[in-house]
């Protein structure tokens, strides 16, 4: 009698549960984010070592920038985010109302790419989701930590090997940015592999520095982590399921950006690259 109630028990139950169970729903659609990686157009002089760009706001440079604006704008983004600071909750950038004049006097390229395509595109706002220390919180990259300890250790060669070459990079760099479109002259800055390699060899090497107490290279690589970690989640706040996302940075974010589209659920990483190349060809049929 008890085996006969345990089996119709059983049977209810898997009745029951039966009768209940939802048919599964549909995944939202993920949000595909372009990484889009430049050096700074309007020489800011912020880095460690820069490159010195020629003015962007002569005529040839701003054809150039329409093509690659146009290129770039094929991919039909829905959201625009630059390398600026704005208020949350919604992280809109103020600025944007002055495209028109801004387009004539700023040479930044959060303006003369990301303003110019979200215009080109109609959208209603541009997003700003760069991530800068207030008060209490730590500095994102304490190189000069860094370098003081390395003194103090006997591993100045370290930094100033790593300097040296990319000193030699960018004077290559430099050297090519006045036979080159502007679109060719990024090819280099969103090249995965190069980006990559550059971004292990500079950051994976600070590690070293520090006597096993004070380990300013290991800290210096943790913030910069944070930092591109908060910028993504600023990213998060923003878009919505189905967007497709256009970020304009800096290209030492590049390789920790890309890494949390790849990984984080609801993401999709989408290359620059055929688009760029694109650029760069239009460019030079239109010289």
Known sequence: MFRALSIAAALAVSSASGATAQEPQDEPAPVEVMVFGTYHWANPGQDAVNMEVDDVLAAKRQREIEILAATLAQWQPTRIMVERQADAPDFEIDDYARTDELLRTSRNESVQLGFRMARMLGHEAVYGFDEQPSEGEPDYFPM?????????????????????????R????????????????????????VVGAEHDKLYYTLIRIGDGEAQPGAELNAYWYMRNAKMFGKLDMVAEPGDRVLVIVGSGHATWLKHFARRMPGYVNVEPMPYLIGAAAASEVAE
């Open 144 to 168: 000069g930590r860094v370098q003081a300890t390395a003194a103090e250790t006997g591993q100045s060669g370290v930094i100033e090997g790593l300097i040296a070459d990319l000193q030699a």
């Open 170 to 193: 960018t004077d290559a760099e430099q050297e090519r940015l006045a036979q080159q479109s502007l679109a060719e002259s990024l090819l280099f800055h969103n090249d995965p592999d």
